[in-house]
Every structure is written in structure tokens, then in C-alpha cells.
């Protein structure tokens, strides 16, 4: 059996489509069996692995995978220890959306030390402690799974980090993007082995 170049995409979610519709536009035809969970590519040896977001840096940093595309926000967050950093190739153009900081509106925001003290909910507990450590502010990270928008309403938190495309949510929330934490977008990434050149053809 000839080898194949795996490539691990969102099964689900805001980068699925838009992930298999670059597939596409390169010219590569996607053939969708019965198996959701891999595509193979008709005219290429490429087999596509689609997984859980948050499980393709670990795909592709064990070797599982050759290449990954991922938000960059899933990306930073990573830091299981497990496997090899996966290295990032390039950004691709889509999928962009801001990870923020967001408060009440009406909030005295007056830069990141208006945080300190404060419970702060959020997906991305890794992504926010960097950034607190970088500017020096202690607060307590309440890490949450989803709906972290009514943290604030249901006095889980005072303010929150997430991530942000239009602020409709937010606004719908009573709430106010006052601090760009990070700025995401899809990356392409691949193992920390370079790929055989025969798989790269």
C-alpha cells in the first residue's frame, strides 16, 4: 500500500466548511463515504481525519496526522504535555474572530489592571493566565465549557474572556468587548517530523 498524506480538519463547527471548501478550491476532489470521520481524496493520496478541534493540535503533534488546520485560538490554548509541539506552516485568511475581554456595559475599564481581583470566566484559561501574567494582574480564572456570556447575569463572574465575531451575543448579554487578548484565525500546521518527501508530492 502506497503511504498517504493524512490531514487532520474540524468535524464540526465554524472551520469545517470553509476548511474542505480550501480542499477543494486546490483542486483536490473530496470523496465522503459512509465513515464521517475520514474523507479520502480521489485524485491525491491524501486521506482527511475529521476530529474534534481541540484534538487536532495532538493529532498532528503525535504524528497522527501530517498536517492540521486549527483557529489559532485552539492552538494557543494547547498545553496537555503529552506530545511534540505541532509547528504552525501559515495563517489562512479564515475563520478570523477576536478572543476579548468583556464586561458590563458601562464597565470602568482603564486598561488590564481594571481586572485585578476580579473572577473572570472563560474557555480559554490558558490563553487568559499568559495574558494576565504578561501584565502583571492577579484574578481568578473560572474556566467554563460554554455559555460564558451569562457568567456576568448570574453573578458567576464579573467579567469574561471569549471569543467575539460580531458582539451580537455580548450586546444581547448587556456586555462590552473592552480588551483584544488574541487575535484568531485558521493556521495550517504539521508534525514536528518533517513529512517524508514522497507523501509531499
Not at 498517504?4 to 480550501?22: F, M, P, V
Request: some cysteine; aromatic content about 4%; charged content about 25%.
Amino acid at each position: 500500500m502506497s503511504a498517504r498524506l493524512r490531514i487532520a480538519i474540524q468535524k464540526s463547527g465554524r472551520l469545517a466548511d470553509k476548511s474542505l471548501e480550501l480542499l477543494e478550491a486546490a483542486g483536490l476532489r473530496v470523496l465522503k463515504g459512509a465513515n464521517e470521520l475520514l474523507y479520502r481524496i480521489e485524485n491525491a493520496p491524501i486521506d482527511l481525519l475529521r476530529v474534534r478541534d481541540d484534538d487536532i493540535p495532538t493529532f498532528v503533534g503525535d504524528g497522527v496526522a501530517d498536517l492540521g488546520i486549527v483557529g489559532l485560538n485552539v492552538l494557543e490554548e494547547r498545553e496537555d504535555g503529552r506530545s511534540a509541539e505541532p509547528v504552525q506552516v501559515m495563517n489562512l485568511g479564515f475563520g478570523k474572530c477576536d478572543l476579548k475581554i468583556a464586561a458590563a456595559i458601562g464597565f470602568d475599564y482603564k486598561g488590564p489592571r481594571s481586572l485585578q481581583g476580579l473572577r473572570i470566566a472563560t474557555t480559554y484559561p490558558h490563553v487568559l493566565n499568559r495574558f494576565l501574567a504578561e501584565n502583571g494582574v492577579t484574578a481568578d480564572i473560572i474556566t467554563m465549557r460554554g455559555a460564558v456570556e451569562v457568567a456576568p447575569r448570574l453573578k458567576l463572574a464579573n467579567a469574561i474572556c471569549d471569543l467575539v465575531s460580531t458582539g451580537a451575543t455580548l450586546e444581547a448579554n448587556g456586555l462590552a468587548p473592552f480588551e483584544t487578548v488574541l487575535r484568531s484565525e485558521a493556521v495550517l500546521i504539521r508534525a514536528p517530523k518533517q513529512i517524508e518527501p514522497e507523501l509531499a508530492k
